[in-house]
């Protein structure tokens, strides 16, 4: 079982151990993901009405997708939803249907979110 985060900042080995352990039960895992946003992230997050809880919920269950450009996509994924399903229920999830196709791009480090959005398909 991966321990919690004690500082502020996030560290690649916690989050690491946390990714590892992200299909355990959300109380016995806790984090808070990137701490940093750029100025563009939360322009963006508002505008397209992602709330932070969403942003949250894509670090602890948001599947990893290098760019290729220095930064790592957290999106969810089959697996992912199934995971959040497991330990939410299924009616909290299916409310958040519309915010499902949400992504955010981090630092390959994962200490700063570059910027958030939805999947148009």
């Given at each position: ?47 397209r ?19 290729g ?19 939410m ?33």
């Amino acid at each position: 079982m991966a321990r919690p985060v004690e500082s502020t900042t996030q560290t690649t080995n916690g989050l690491a151990s946390f990714r590892k352990a992200r299909c355990q039960s959300a109380w016995q895992v806790w984090t808070s993901g990137p701490t940093v946003k750029t100025d563009h992230a939360l322009k963006r997050a508002q505008q397209r009405g992602i709330p932070p809880l969403i942003d949250e919920l894509l670090d602890r269950y948001g599947r990893e997708q290098y760019d290729g450009h220095g930064g790592v996509i957290l999106f969810f994924d089959r697996h992912s939803i199934r995971c959040m399903e497991r330990d939410m229920g299924r009616k909290p999830v299916s409310r958040f249907a519309e915010w499902l196709r949400a992504y955010k791009v981090v630092t390959t480090s994962f200490e700063c979110t570059i910027t958030t959005g939805k999947h148009f398909a």
